[in-house]
């Protein structure tokens, strides 16, 4: 037996995909509660695809069934042309190759050594914020990908190789919006190629010039590996156990691509949820000013900081719930098998609508309300729940989630403790479902400085509490 097929409104060339992304709050639960835990809907670009809402059913596909699919359609067919064989686009045995020499690089302790760095990066942001007006608005979207993509550069290449980092950022910018035009119009790729796409000669251009610059950096630090505290060392370093094999120039030229177009925008887009969802419930934000101005200490807060200051990090863990900035799973089935009672062939396109878990009123109580204390210690779900998981599950999960989560903790910490942010009157904040989800228009807001009420020195309570970063005593 198959999943029944979704009689839903068809748009004459998007089919039911339309309606999905352009009113997803209302279609996915009314389908879900319509249709059951597995249907099916019609998408012209790709074909069928079977939309899975059970929290039980999706564990299985992306964890105890994750061998049984790939990631195969056409969004990672445009990321592909980015990120090459990287570990976002590959598949089966180099896949899994590649996913156990890089992952050292991104293990938690790894990741304390990069800390300074960010924290420095995102104060040069609140510095530059300070000396810009404050009556106008400005759009923090570019902003805080630009601060992103500066973090991870500097994450990458350390900083002996800024001024090529620099050039790579701006190419990967170049690739991006490349990406975002052909996301927003896909059907410009089924054009014959010697049609010129606009912007594609620019992106060509782009990725010449990322081929000639990261292999250069790659070549260069091979030949004079010096003292560096980054990820590229992590990488070259990296070997496999039996062979004793490395990457090759070419396989960690798309390693370094991949983390640099997974690892800024999905960032930036999360941040500017955030500050737009403390910046329009006020008793948050004043829990959340209060809670940092409390708890600051001299200087620039150090990674052992981060355990003061947990309703920061259910803030997160709540906007990541409301939008959470990858907001589906996409899956190709490459292995029949059964699943809820249905046989799924070999071809089946599955799609695994994050947002519908998060926002199930059946999952979580007045589920559209942003209410950090749902990860209060006493009620936040557990690391594994089915029901959560903004950064993906199983094998093929974020590699980059406390590099992700670190970085926001700083930002949100850094960002508003000197500032208040008000969205632009008459300004309209709606969610844009590509690959991320991320505000459609920008996020133009009024940024306006505050003053910190003194820091005072951490309470006995407070020291017993637990680390909300890495879980660990403080
Ligand atoms: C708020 C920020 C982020 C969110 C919400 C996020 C979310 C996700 C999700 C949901 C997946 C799994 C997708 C799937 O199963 O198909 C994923 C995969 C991945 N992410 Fe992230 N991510 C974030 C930041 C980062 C960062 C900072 C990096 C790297 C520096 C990164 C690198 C990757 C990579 C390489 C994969 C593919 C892993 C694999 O297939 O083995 N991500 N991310």
Known sequence: MTPPVVDSPRHWLFGSAYYLRKDPERYVPEWGRRYGDLYMVRMPMIGEAMVVTSPDLARRILVNKASCYQRKSRS???????????LVTSEGDLWKTQRKLVQPAFHPRRLDALFTMKAERVKAMVDELSATPSS?????????????????????????????????????????????????????????RKIPLPGSTDMRQALQELERIVTGIIRERRAHPGD????????????????????SDAQLRDEVMTMYVAGHETTANAMAWILYLVSTHPEVEARLHAEIDANFPEGTPRLEDLASFPYVRQVIDESLRLYPTIWSVGRCCTEAHELGGYQIPVGTNVLIPTFHFHWSEDIWENARDFDPDRFSPDRRPPADSPNYFPFGAGPRGCIGNHFALQELMIMTILLCRHFRYRVEEGFKVEGELLITLRPKYGMRMV??????????????????LTCPYSGAQK
């Open 76 to 86: 990672y067919g445009v990321l592909r042309i980015l990120m090459g064989e990287g």
């Open 136 to 192: 106008n608005a400005i759009d923090l979207v570019p902003l805080l990908s630009r601060l992103t993509l500066d973090i991870i550069s500097r994450a990458m290449f350390s900083s002996d190789s800024q001024g090529m980092a620099r050039d790579v950022s701006h190419h990967i910018a170049t690739l991006n919006e490349w990406a975002l035009r052909a996301l927003r119009h896909p059907w410009l790729l089924l054009l014959p």
């Open 228 to 247: 560096h505290d980054d990820l590229l060392t992590m990488l070259l370093a990296a070997c496999e156990e039996e062979s004793g094999r490395g990457m």
């Open 447 to 464: 940024v306006t400085e505050r003053t910190p009420q003194a820091p005072t020195k951490p309470s006995a309570a407070r020291e017993a």
